[in-house]
């Protein structure tokens, strides 16, 4: 059975940091990714990471850029975002995903078969 469970999420002060982790069991992915999706807003991409044979691609949402860094530690199958400089409208549940098929593009949703159940980021201005 595959699952993603993500971790990490909690209050923090504008201008602290955060680090989520989602580790994956049950399949290897291709691509993980992180969404997040604030009260009364769509789901948004945030930051994502593929694997090829020789390298690692990562991707960020424009608003994050310099300050949200994605990693992994395939050893223990997990995707970190380490959140630096958060803003209060950073504010959201952020959800991790992941697929193992080719896309070409994975900025949206819909390019991802499995997600997490979502942990709460709180920025308090």
């Known amino acids: 059975q595959v699952q993603l469970v993500e971790s990490g999420g909690g209050l923090v002060q504008a201008g602290g940091s955060l680090r989520l982790s989602c580790t994956a069991s049950?399949?290897?992915?291709?691509?993980m990714g992180w969404f997040r999706q604030a009260p009364g807003k769509g789901r948004e991409f945030v930051a994502r990471?593929?694997?090829?044979?020789?390298?690692?691609?990562?991707t960020y949402t424009d608003s994050v850029k310099g300050r949200f860094t994605i990693s992994s530690d395939n050893a223990k199958n997990t995707v970190y975002l380490q959140m630096n400089s958060l803003l209060p409208e950073d504010a959201a549940v952020y959800y991790c995903?992941?697929?193992?098929?080719?896309?070409?593009?994975?900025?949206?949703?819909?390019?991802?078969?499995?997600w997490g159940q979502g942990t709460q980021v709180t920025v308090s201005s």
């Open positions: 995903a992941a697929t193992e098929q080719i896309r070409n593009t994975y900025n949206v949703g819909t390019s991802y078969d499995y």
């Open positions: 990471m593929t694997w090829g044979v020789y390298s690692r691609i990562t």
């Open positions: 049950g399949r290897t992915f291709r691509t």
